[in-house]
């Protein structure tokens, strides 16, 4: 049964990759990922065990549910389904016309979801605790997939080769299929933290005897090592956490750098800010930095906060269009239950500031990215970018500056499986750069793996290398 559904899997992997809040006008628009909560609520049904053996019918109705939300709810389905995304989903309607598991037919349905190529529709994580997992700590790098840090017979900075038989550029083109996402820079990221589960390894095809061989190059030499599945409960969690929202100053170097990990808007945030202005201006720093590496968005707020302090009287936002439907009525966000609205832009706004104007900054402003930097994070720096307000120094993020979001939540009628599709489509402030799938630096600086292994912070050292060859 098991080599049945797998063989399906490889079938299906050939057909896909062979095609591979009402609208406020004027006012600054958040990006709220949190409206799945809002509206009418209906009490969840269970979600079925990863093991279970769904039947024809059960599948072919979870599938019709999820095709019918996609089409009816998402901005990019608006005029039809692309001649690519109709393949995907014949595809899966073929391939779920035998019995599979739950955990092989969930990969079904997130190939269809990730054919919207949208980070913020996707296919929530199945809630089977009893998922195990390899104790290989991973990241995807630019330039490859590495051991992290030493754990067991692995050392930091293996290179690794192939995993249960299959090459790098394999696995990575097999996972981006059932990865959302606008760019290959979040799926790489994703997939590091992903394919030591054991549902994706199942997906890959690469679990033999309760185990998976992995292949690494360690200097000169290449190592076979076979690594066993491991309860959840063994896995080791990274415990060093920084405080979501920080600063540093650097009064030598005449350099604030302000961190910002996710964009939630308090009172701690508010006063974080107006205190690194504080010291920004008391000290008389001349450079500052935000650093939106780690952070994988919330609300737009912490923007327009953010820009109170810099001495700047107008700027271009995002501009929003949403697509209303019967099923976002039914959950009490919008009155309408069709059509479509396209908001203004460019959509200039009236810089507030503050009312302390001895805090204002008149210096340099850069931004720091990742492949991390996502959603809300991604609009930080592409505020910046777009206005001319500053440098961004990094990696290209994980989002398109234009792109989808504010996505409610649905659940599929036999499985319980849930997905979030997007209802708003956001344009950023330069049009002429619309179509870029990323928000690529000024400064392109990449992570290696010496860099992790010696403990170094490429880009804030570019950073730092920069100014002082600016106060030469």
Same mark, same amino acid.
């Given at each position: 049964m098991l080599l049945d559904c797998f063989s399906r899997k490889s079938q299906f992997h050939r057909a896909t990759y062979l095609l591979c809040a009402v609208l406020l006008a004027g006012c600054v628009a958040t990006n709220q990922p949190g409206i799945k909560d809002q509206g009418k609520k209906t009490a969840p049904i269970p979600q079925v065990a990863a093991s279970t053996v769904l039947s024809v019918e059960d599948m072919q109705q979870d599938l019709a549910y999820t095709v019918r939300i996609l089409k009816e709810v998402h901005p990019k389905t608006y005029h039809g389904l692309s001649d690519e995304q109709q393949v995907i989903i014949q595809s899966a309607y073929e391939t779920a016309r035998t019995p599979m598991t739950a955990k092989e037919f969930y990969f079904v349905l997130n190939s269809v979801i990730c054919s919207m190529n949208d980070g913020h529709t996707h296919l929530l994580s199945m809630q089977n605790e009893q998922n195990r997992f390899i104790d290989v700590p991973l990241i995807w790098l630019h330039d490859g997939l590495y051991v992290s840090s030493d754990r067991g017979p692995f050392r930091q900075a293996d290179r690794i080769v192939d995993i249960g038989g299959k090459g790098v550029e394999t696995l990575f083109q097999e996972l981006r299929q059932v990865i959302p996402a606008e760019n290959d820079h979040f799926r790489r990221q994703t997939a590091g933290q992903s394919i030591n589960r054991e549902e994706y390894l199942d997906y890959l095809d690469v679990v033999h005897n309760d185990g998976v061989e992995i292949r690494v190059q360690r200097g000169k030499d290449e190592l076979s090592i076979t690594t066993p599945l491991k309860p959840k409960a063994e896995r080791k969690f990274d415990d060093s956490k920084r405080p979501w929202v920080g600063y540093e100053i650097d009064k030598e170097l005449s350099?604030?750098?302000?961190?910002?990990?996710?964009?939630?808007?308090?009172?701690?945030?508010?006063?974080?800010?107006?205190?690194?202005?504080?010291?920004?201006?008391?000290?008389?720093?001349?450079?500052?930095?935000?650093?939106?590496?780690?952070?994988?968005?919330?609300?737009?707020?912490?923007?327009?906060?953010?820009?109170?302090y810099l001495d700047i009287g107008k700027y271009k936002w995002f501009g929003m269009d949403v697509r209303f439907s019967k099923a976002i009525k039914e959950m009490g966000v919008f009155r309408r239950s069709r059509g479509y609205k396209?908001?203004?832009?460019?959509?200039?706004?009236?810089?507030? +500031? *503050?009312?302390?104007?001895?805090?204002? #900054?008149?210096?340099? %402003?850069?931004?720091?990215?990742?492949? +991390? *930097?996502?959603?809300?994070?991604?609009? #930080?720096?592409?505020? %910046?970018?777009?206005?001319?307000?500053?440098?961004?120094?990094?990696?290209?993020?994980?989002?398109?500056?234009?792109?989808?979001?504010?996505?409610?939540?649905?659940?599929?009628?036999?499985?319980?499986?849930?997905?979030?599709?997007?209802i708003k489509k956001w344009t950023r402030p330069d049009k002429n750069s619309d179509l870029e799938d990323s928000l690529y630096p000024d400064v392109l600086v990449y992570t290696t793996i010496e860099d992790i292994k010696q403990g170094r912070d490429p880009q804030l050292e570019k950073l730092k290398e920069m100014i002082r060859n600016m106060e030469k």
């Amino acid at each position: 049964m098991l080599l049945d559904c797998f063989s399906r899997k490889s079938q299906f992997h050939r057909a896909t990759y062979l095609l591979c809040a009402v609208l406020l006008a004027g006012c600054v628009a958040t990006n709220q990922p949190g409206i799945k909560d809002q509206g009418k609520k209906t009490a969840p049904i269970p979600q079925v065990a990863a093991s279970t053996v769904l039947s024809v019918e059960d599948m072919q109705q979870d599938l019709a549910y999820t095709v019918r939300i996609l089409k009816e709810v998402h901005p990019k389905t608006y005029h039809g389904l692309s001649d690519e995304q109709q393949v995907i989903i014949q595809s899966a309607y073929e391939t779920a016309r035998t019995p599979m598991t739950a955990k092989e037919f969930y990969f079904v349905l997130n190939s269809v979801i990730c054919s919207m190529n949208d980070g913020h529709t996707h296919l929530l994580s199945m809630q089977n605790e009893q998922n195990r997992f390899i104790d290989v700590p991973l990241i995807w790098l630019h330039d490859g997939l590495y051991v992290s840090s030493d754990r067991g017979p692995f050392r930091q900075a293996d290179r690794i080769v192939d995993i249960g038989g299959k090459g790098v550029e394999t696995l990575f083109q097999e996972l981006r299929q059932v990865i959302p996402a606008e760019n290959d820079h979040f799926r790489r990221q994703t997939a590091g933290q992903s394919i030591n589960r054991e549902e994706y390894l199942d997906y890959l095809d690469v679990v033999h005897n309760d185990g998976v061989e992995i292949r690494v190059q360690r200097g000169k030499d290449e190592l076979s090592i076979t690594t066993p599945l491991k309860p959840k409960a063994e896995r080791k969690f990274d415990d060093s956490k920084r405080p979501w929202v920080g600063y540093e100053i650097d009064k030598e170097l005449s350099l604030g750098v302000f961190h910002l990990d996710k964009c939630k808007y308090n009172e701690t945030y508010r006063k974080k800010v107006e205190s690194f202005f504080k010291e920004v201006s008391e000290l008389n720093i001349r450079n500052i930095a935000i650093d939106v590496r780690r952070n994988g968005g919330g609300t737009s707020q912490v923007i327009v906060e953010f820009l109170r302090y810099l001495d700047i009287g107008k700027y271009k936002w995002f501009g929003m269009d949403v697509r209303f439907s019967k099923a976002i009525k039914e959950m009490g966000v919008f009155r309408r239950s069709r059509g479509y609205k396209s908001g203004k832009r460019p959509n200039i706004q009236r810089n507030q +500031k *503050t009312n302390a104007s001895h805090l204002l #900054f008149h210096g340099s %402003v850069y931004v720091l990215t990742s492949p +991390k *930097t996502f959603s809300t994070g991604n609009w #930080f720096a592409v505020v %910046v970018r777009d206005n001319n307000l500053g440098t961004v120094i990094g990696e290209p993020t994980g989002n398109a500056p234009s792109s989808y979001g504010d996505s409610p939540s649905f659940q599929m009628p036999k499985t319980g499986f849930q997905f979030t599709v997007s209802i708003k489509k956001w344009t950023r402030p330069d049009k002429n750069s619309d179509l870029e799938d990323s928000l690529y630096p000024d400064v392109l600086v990449y992570t290696t793996i010496e860099d992790i292994k010696q403990g170094r912070d490429p880009q804030l050292e570019k950073l730092k290398e920069m100014i002082r060859n600016m106060e030469k």
